[in-house]
């Protein structure tokens, strides 16, 4: 099974840019899926964005499109979270996923594995 763990997160000013990364270890890595999910204070946790084990697909949440870009490096094991223009909302600890599938899915239930989370807090 792959381990993750979260890199990157910080406070930054509403505008600003933030990169996240999530570093695996512990199986191979290029038989993953890879999303990123958030959750506010008193609110679920959400699909943010995924990206597919070729790195072929993307998918991102609507509030998110346009700002915030997924990517990964198989050569090291890394998937990361470019996040732009961003905004007081967007504020939230932010968690990499790892799904072992050829397919892409945005729910909870199907990522089996998850990082312990980053704290990301954008001021106004």
């Known amino acids: 099974q792959v381990q993750l763990e979260e890199a990157g997160g910080g406070l930054v000013q509403a505008g600003g840019s933030l990169r996240l990364s999530c570093a695996a270890s512990?199986?191979?890595?290029?038989?993953?899926?890879l999303a990123w999910f958030r959750q506010a204070p008193g609110k679920e946790r959400e699909f943010v964005a995924g990206?597919?084990?070729?790195?072929?697909?993307?998918a991102y949440a609507d509030s998110v499109k346009g700002r915030f870009t997924i990517s990964r490096d198989n050569a090291k094991n890394t998937v990361y979270l470019q996040m732009n223009s961003l905004k007081p909302e967007d504020t939230a600890v932010y968690y990499c996923?790892?799904?072992?599938?050829?397919?892409?899915?945005?729910?909870?239930?199907?990522?089996?594995?998850w990082g312990q989370g980053t704290q990301v807090t954008v001021s106004s």
């Open positions: 990206v597919s084990w070729t790195g072929t697909n993307t």
């Open positions: 996923a790892a799904d072992r599938t050829t397919s892409l899915f945005t729910t909870i239930r199907a990522y089996e594995r």
């Open positions: 512990g199986d191979t890595f290029s038989r993953y899926a």
